[in-house]
């Protein structure tokens, strides 16, 4: 099995092993990440609520010795770009994203290595969108940090329920805590005396309001896309989403939330197999 | 000049957020939720037990600006008078989200706290405090660092810095000097001391009758960490264990994305829900309600009571019925959304007063998609 991991799974990794113990025992399984991914992943990773708080400098020094990690695990033989063109077209995907990069390298280790490939993501529109190609040509399987931390759980003698049950939340953590600021900043934000003309821009901030307390996160990030791109139209509502930009990017669903929540309990209620 | 020429109002009244200034919160309407509060509060005035009081309702309910209005000075000092007791000492802090709750929970009541005051206001008291605190548990340390907290001869910044755990080698020497050998320690000290310390503020009655601390926000205990969740559980109940008497806590929790009252038993330990003694509900507020609290609202608006009559303008009953039946059942943050807006619109048009007329060529800009 050859185990592949996307950016955002990897920023989550970063932000919640604090003693660097899920490194050590993610070292023991075989994985692999694009140069593309590791870049957006450097690009990223103090990015998180930057503009609300800065991500704490004390930390920065702890991030970069682990990163060091992730860049030994870069798939140097770039020979898998030999693949682009076919799977661009059997994917029917123009984008060269790193979620693309890592299928084509799933498509290239699964083919040439005779390997069955595990993909962890957990932006949701790429696990809708490859799942079916990867289970249709048999190269293996998308999963997300849950699965990851489960795994790695079942995997790892040092690793106990406690530490299962710390990690989960920590993760759920991760996104809740963006979740809550942007809806306290939405329920909020004042529409300004220059836009109470403009009903395209108060339905605009209903919407969103409306959408993020209901938690449809897939409509939070569609609306903030119009919002993106007619920011001059909407320019004081895009200033309070802007801060949130790599939320959006992570592109999660409210489905992976009650996840992480319902398997925060299954470590008690339905335990793991571990022998 | 606008609002005062066209509506004879100071400015436009319908706010989204509370004010922060303590001379433009004022209360309007709603007076059976006023009237919980304030025999809540009466009630932790003139009976010892200390008590957890829950605050629900949706975004915009008015929890926020309950804090705010019965944390003034003036409209406690109102309640302790009915009482017969001495002013609560009030402190509103919001819940901390970030890793390291109890420190933060610890630093936000602290700041909060005016020490050079406190010291003024107990210093003929000072010796029968010390015996007082001397009776008040069995930690010696944490009863030198209340003492010290009182103690005019320990200068201010000095001990600030110790309580926030950033005193250096001299102000260490110095305070061993009082009994204190060693820093702060966040699980076992933080809630002991401020127990201590707001015990002593209670004591006798003498100059405050009962700590008021105001938690808003508390919802966000459902975005924090397991081990950070059980951590504020326990500090809070340990400030309640350690505080029997005149402390009197309200949470206040909202209806979010990730929170529902039907949830929070899986957020709030046994042990402090057995301590939860009533709930206060901000409902989504009825058509007579609105009505009052507009008309009330804009009379502590008005600037010359005499010039208009109808106790509603610059609107009309009718056309407020009417906006309302538009809005259905909405947060009073809605309404004053549309309202305000409506004035803000009828400003820039010159426009008084507002009327059906007016309204309705303004629909779409006042009610919006969906609120």
């Known amino acids: 099995m050859q185990y592949i991991i996307d950016a955002c799974t990897v920023i989550n990794l970063l932000h919640i092993d604090e003693d660097e113990f899920l490194l050590k025992n993610l070292q023991k399984l075989e994985f692999s990440i694009c140069k593309e991914v590791y870049d957006e992943i450097n690009k990223n990773v103090f990015k998180k609520l930057q503009k609300i708080t800065p991500y704490p400098k004390e930390r920065h020094k702890e991030i970069e010795i682990k990163l060091n990690y992730f860049r030994l695990c870069i798939h140097r033989d770039e020979s898998y770009k030999d693949l682009d063109e076919e799977v661009s077209e059997l994917l029917n995907y123009s984008k060269k994203n790193g979620e693309y990069q890592s299928m084509l390298l799933s498509f290239y280790l699964n083919t040439f290595n005779r390997t069955r490939v595990i993909f962890y993501t957990d932006d949701s529109p790429a696990q809708k969108k490859f799942i079916p190609y990867l289970q249709h040509h048999k190269i293996g399987y998308i999963e997300d940090s849950v699965d990851l931390l489960i795994t790695l759980y079942r995997h790892n003698d040092g690793f106990s329920t406690t530490d299962l049950k710390r990690f989960l939340s920590l993760l759920y953590h991760e996104y809740a805590s963006e979740i809550s600021a942007l809806e306290k900043l939405l329920q909020n934000f004042e529409i300004p005396k220059s836009e109470i003309r403009n009903s395209e821009f108060s339905e605009m901030v209903s919407r969103l309001r409306y959408s993020i307390n209901k938690l449809e996160l897939e409509v939070v990030a569609k609306l903030y896309s119009q919002v993106k791109e007619r920011r001059n139209k909407y320019s004081s509502i895009f200033e309070v989403l802007i801060k949130f930009s790599d939320f959006f990017r992570s592109n999660i669903s409210s489905d992976f939330l009650i996840k992480i929540n319902q398997h925060i309990e299954f470590v008690d209620s339905r335990p793991f197999y571990k022998f | ?371």
């Open chain 2, 1 to 371: 000049m606008s609002y005062q020429e066209l509506f004879n109002l100071k400015s436009n009244p319908f706010r989204l957020t509370p004010a922060i200034s303590s001379q433009e919160i004022i209360w309007a309407g709603f007076p059976i939720i006023k009237d919980k509060f304030h025999s809540r509060i009466k009630r932790a005035i003139k009976v010892p037990n200390s008590s957890l009081i829950l605050n629900w309702g949706e975004y915009g309910s008015g929890k926020t600006h309950a804090a705010r209005y019965f944390g003034k000075e003036s409209v406690l000092a109102e309640i302790s008078v009915e009482a017969g007791e001495k002013i609560p000492y009030f402190i509103f802090v919001t819940l901390p989200k970030g890793k390291s709750p109890i420190e933060d929970f610890y630093t936000n009541i602290v700041d909060k706290l005016d020490i050079a005051n406190l010291r003024a206001s107990f210093d003929l008291l000072n010796t029968e405090l010390n015996n007082y605190i001397d009776l008040i548990g069995d930690n010696v340390f944490i009863k030198n660092v209340a003492k010290a907290f009182f103690n005019n001869d320990i200068e201010e910044n000095l001990f600030r810095r110790y309580l926030y755990g950033s005193a250096n080698a001299a102000d260490n020497r110095a305070l061993s000097n009082h009994g204190i050998q060693r820093v702060l320690n966040a699980d076992t000290d933080y809630s002991k001391l401020l127990s201590v310390i707001f015990s002593c503020l209670t004591y006798k009655g003498s100059v405050y009758s009962s700590v008021i601390l105001w938690i808003d926000e508390f919802e966000d205990i459902a975005i924090l960490t397991k081990v950070n969740g059980d951590k504020t559980n326990s500090f809070l109940r340990e400030l309640l264990d350690n505080t029997p008497n005149n402390l009197l806590i309200f949470l206040n929790l909202t209806q979010s994305a990730l929170f529902n009252i039907e949830d929070l038993g899986e957020y709030i330990s046994e042990a402090l829900k057995s301590r939860i003694k009533d709930r206060i509900n901000f409902e989504l507020p009825k058509e007579p309600e609105i009505l009052k609290y507009v008309s009330e609202l804009l009379k502590a608006y008005i600037i010359d009571d005499l010039t208009e009559s109808d106790i509603y303008f610059p609107f009309n009953e009718a056309l407020l019925s009417q906006i309302l039946k538009d809005l259905g059942n909405v947060s009073l943050r809605s309404i004053n959304e549309a309202l305000g807006t409506l004035v803000d619109l009828a400003e820039s048009d010159r426009k008084t007063p507002i009327d059906f007329e007016y309204y309705t060529a303004n629909k779409t800009d006042v009610i919006g998609w969906k609120n």
